[in-house]
């Protein structure tokens, strides 16, 4: 018999270097927020649901939140409804709410759901609104330590993740659009990286991984495209009140989640195909991971 080849090795070598994470994360959770920036190229779409069904096969329990910001935008000017940004977080108006909910629940979470579905039947939509999953508060902007009254945004004040864990217990995969119901009998528009963080910490999941348009936070943005490769909450809660206003929300929920006890968070470059695959089961470190400081989960 003659010795195998050395690129039938090095595919071996690929396969086994996956084996310790299948070891570590089997049977866990983890939650991914894929973003609305990350869904528009139709190969990348593609790539994005065949790691997630990967994913599932391998023995982890993935939960998917999305985001559809361009997605609104779009929906709205065709609309003729002006639409501005505070600190991040979309000024939304009674108007713009009923736009948002119609395009994040009603075409994007569908969307993603026809993706992952093409692999079989596994991703089941929801609405935060559904089964009482996300509660929230009407949440004002903070600029320059001073409250904004931004609409109808909300502050997740409550989650409740039964529906969720029954999907995931028949081996589903739960795919959640980040739009609230409030006690007050509103609906509240949240920013989808601040729900996927309530999501993770309320699931006990051991990662957070939030999918984007860029290969993580830059230390020096717009100046430098230098990628902070690994820092810690204290770290990042330092950094935080200098970031601009698309990190903002996204910084804030990997701290939200590691302070809340979720062991990582990740900001992964969603252009690269496979990331989710190549963060999870291989030893190569890709974009950002926010890890708890030393001395506690904070
Ligand atoms: N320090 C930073 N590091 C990386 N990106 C940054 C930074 N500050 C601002 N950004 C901007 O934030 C954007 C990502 O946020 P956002 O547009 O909300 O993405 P998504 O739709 O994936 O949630 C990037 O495309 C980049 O333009
Ligand atoms: C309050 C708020 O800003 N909500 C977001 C919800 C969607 C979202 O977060 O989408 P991305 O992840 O693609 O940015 C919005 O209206 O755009």
Not at 79 to 93: D, M, P, Y
Not at 221 to 243: G, M, N, R
Not at 253 to 275: F, I, M, N, T, Y
Request: hydrophobic share 45%; net charge negative; charged share 20%.
């Amino acid at each position: 018999m003659s010795a195998p080849r050395g690129h039938v090795l090095a595919k071996a070598a690929t396969l086994i270097e996956a084996l310790p994470w299948l070891e570590r994360f089997h049977g866990k959770t983890v939650v991914i927020k894929y973003g609305g920036h990350a869904m528009t190229d139709e190969a990348l779409r593609r790539s994005f649901a065949e790691d997630v069904v990967f994913l599932r096969y391998a023995g982890l329990r993935p939960v998917i939140v999305h985001g559809g910001g361009p997605q609104i935008n779009a929906a709205l000017e065709k609309q003729g409804i002006e639409s501005s940004f505070t600190a991040g977080l979309r000024v939304t108006t009674p108007e713009a709410m009923e736009v948002v909910r119609m395009v994040l629940v009603g075409q994007v979470n569908r969307d993603v759901v026809g993706l992952i579905n093409r692999h079989g039947a596994f991703a089941v939509g929801m609405s935060g609104e559904d089964a009482n999953l996300l509660t929230a508060e009407r949440k004002p902007a903070i600029v320059d330590g001073e409250p904004v009254d931004i609409g109808q945004v909300g502050e997740i004040v409550e989650v409740q993740v039964g529906a969720v864990r029954s999907l995931l217990d028949d081996a589903r995969i739960p795919v959640i659009s980040s739009v609230a119901r409030g006690d007050d009998g509103e609906v509240y528009n949240v920013n989808a990286d601040t729900a996927a963080a309530a999501l993770a910490v309320a699931l006990d999941a051991v990662k957070l991984i939030v999918l984007t348009d860029v290969e993580g936070l830059y230390a020096d943005w717009p100046e430098s495209d230098e990628v902070i490769d690994e820092l810690t909450t204290d770290e990042l809660a330092k950094l935080l009140p200098d970031l601009s206003a698309g990190m903002v929300p996204k910084m804030g929920a990997c701290l939200q989640a590691v302070r809340g006890g979720v062991p990582q968070a990740h900001v992964l470059d969603g252009r690269v195909p496979h990331s989710l695959l190549l963060e999870v089961f291989t030893d190569e470190g890709i974009g950002t991971m926010v890890l708890p400081s030393r001395g506690g989960a904070s």
